[in-house]
């Protein structure tokens, strides 16, 4: 049996989404415990030319729902990055991983090589479907979750490669 786009995307996006929120709780009970207000952590950056943590959460949401949406033809929901709270960028989570719960295996039926337009400031980037989940929004939305894990183990939270890979799922980290 040939691996579908669904099964090769949504349980991915999923998967990661829950486990950078287990990261984000793990961050704040942390900055709890330490005396350190976790809403500094917001705004922590790796380099002067990254975006600090609170964009790194926005593009992974933004790209785990608009890569599902994508694949299922249908268009991703809006959620303007307005978030400048620990609690806003939790919720934000939350939001994505209910989008991306609710695409269904017959969205993504079909021909894996059917056309998706992505539309950049610049220019419009035209892949296959396959292509796009494989090329792009994949590779994509792993940089911005695996950014966040970096950013806060930056600011000394202790977290660890199982907790990237397993976060709260218990099949991964036994």
């Known amino acids: 049996m040939a691996l579908s786009?669904?099964?090769a995307s949504i349980p991915g996006y999923l998967l990661m989404l829950k486990n950078l929120a287990a990261l984000l709780d793990k961050?704040?009970?942390?900055?709890?415990?330490?005396?350190?207000d976790p809403a500094s952590y917001l705004e922590?950056?790796?380099?002067?030319?990254?975006?600090?943590?609170?964009?790194?959460i926005q593009l992974a949401s933004d790209a785990a729902k608009g890569g599902a949406a994508r694949l299922?033809?249908?268009?991703?929901p809006s959620m303007p990055?307005?978030?400048?709270?620990?609690?806003?960028?939790?919720?934000?989570?939350?939001?994505?991983?209910?989008?991306?719960?609710?695409?269904?295996p017959e969205q993504l039926e079909g021909d894996d090589n059917r056309t998706i337009e992505l539309p950049t400031p610049n220019r419009t980037l035209t892949f296959t479907a396959r292509d796009f989940l494989l090329q792009f929004s994949l590779p994509n939305f792993h940089f911005h979750v695996v950014t966040a894990y970096g950013l806060l183990r930056s600011?000394?939270?202790?977290?660890?490669?199982m907790d990237y890979l397993a976060g709260g799922q218990t099949a991964l980290a036994a």
């Open 27 to 36: 961050a704040e009970a942390h900055a709890k415990t330490a005396g350190v």
């Open 155 to 161: 600011q000394g939270v202790p977290i660890g490669k």
């Open 72 to 76: 299922a033809g249908i268009a991703p």
């Open 44 to 56: 922590a950056r790796l380099a002067p030319d990254m975006a600090p943590l609170t964009k790194q």
């Open 5 to 7: 786009l669904y099964d």
């Open 81 to 104: 990055d307005t978030e400048t709270t620990w609690a806003e960028v939790k919720e934000r989570v939350a939001k994505t991983i209910a989008f991306v719960s609710s695409i269904k």
